[in-house]
């Protein structure tokens, strides 16, 4: 049985070459309550996630990416086309190894290696995992377990980028107390 909350992008060979496509996930234990909705007791992602996310575009550069993502405090950096979803990128994809930098001070390339001027695209994850903003947070805490991912896109029914939500997030949402409780 499928979740119609938690959904994934197809795999995309060439994200310039096709839009994504939700392919909804086998969701098995990523169900709240015995139905295919979350119960209208779970928090939703929509209460937890960081709306309209900072992005950037496919065609900007893997430096482009580091800055944003060190300037605004961020992990992850959901990548866009032309407005549209097409991938991830988090930062450890864009940082500098240690091996490298050792390698660039050694042939005096320092500047070269922090100007990375690669596409974004060839670091970025492109079938990023995405969840519905009417998910249950659990639901969210679950994939991003079960997938080993930090964020999760949120997408709306029309695959359009309203959020993105984190492993933090969904802690955080759990520490909450229950209604009734002091």
């Known amino acids: 049985m499928t979740s119609p909350a938690v959904s994934r992008f197809a795999g995309l060979t060439n994200a310039r070459q096709r839009a994504p496509q939700p392919v909804a996930l086998q969701s098995g234990a990523l169900q709240s309550g015995a139905g295919d909705e979350p119960a209208d007791d779970d928090v939703r992602v929509r209460e ?3 709306p309209d996310p900072v992005t950037i575009e496919i065609d900007e550069t893997v430096r482009q990416a580091r800055e944003l993502l060190s300037d605004h405090g961020f992990r992850h950096l ?3 086309e032309r ?3 097409v991938g991830i990128v988090s930062d450890r994809d864009v940082m500098i190894r240690p091996r490298a930098l050792r390698a660039a001070m ?3 390339a320092v500047e070269d290696l922090l100007d990375d001027a690669r596409p974004v695209e060839a670091v970025m994850s492109s079938s990023p995992h995405v969840i519905a903003p009417d ?3 659990d639901d969210a805490a679950r994939l991003l377990v079960s997938r080993r991912v930090g964020a999760l896109p949120v997408v709306d029914a029309d695959d359009g980028l309203v959020g993105i939500i984190t492993a933090v997030d969904c802690l955080l949402a759990s520490l909450q107390p229950e209604p009734g409780f002091s």
Do not use: I, N, Q, Y
């Open 48 to 50: 937890w996630m960081s």
């Open 78 to 80: 959901p990548v866009v």
């Open 83 to 85: 407005g549209s979803l």
């Open 106 to 108: 050694r042939d005096r």
């Open 135 to 137: 998910a249950a947070v």
